[in-house]
């Protein structure tokens, strides 16, 4: 039986057909799959340090952004209550 035709039409399946075939390659020879794994493994670290520094760059440029606008306030806060004072 061959299962290619079973699912050839089925778009889940022929997306991931494309990852599933180098590790079937993998699964022939134990040395290189555990080889192949840690350098996908290390490559996914490296892919995750820097979305996670990305991250906190972001956060870091909105509390910045958030703090600024705390102080913007509160200067147009004193400044609008002196002038109304001046105002009486």
């Not at 004193?78 to 105002?87: A, C, I, P, V």
């Amino acid at each position: 039986m061959n299962t290619t035709n079973l699912y050839s039409n089925n778009p889940t399946v022929e997306r991931h057909v494309g990852r599933l075939l180098p590790i079937a390659e993998l699964l022939r020879d134990p040395q290189a799959s555990l080889s192949e794994v840690r350098r996908i493994q290390e490559a996914s670290r490296r892919r995750l340090a820097a979305q996670q520094a990305e991250i906190i760059t972001k956060q870091l440029e909105l509390l910045v952004e958030q703090i600024a606008c705390a102080l913007r306030v509160e200067v147009d806060n004193h400044h609008g209550h002196r002038m109304k004072g001046r105002n009486r």
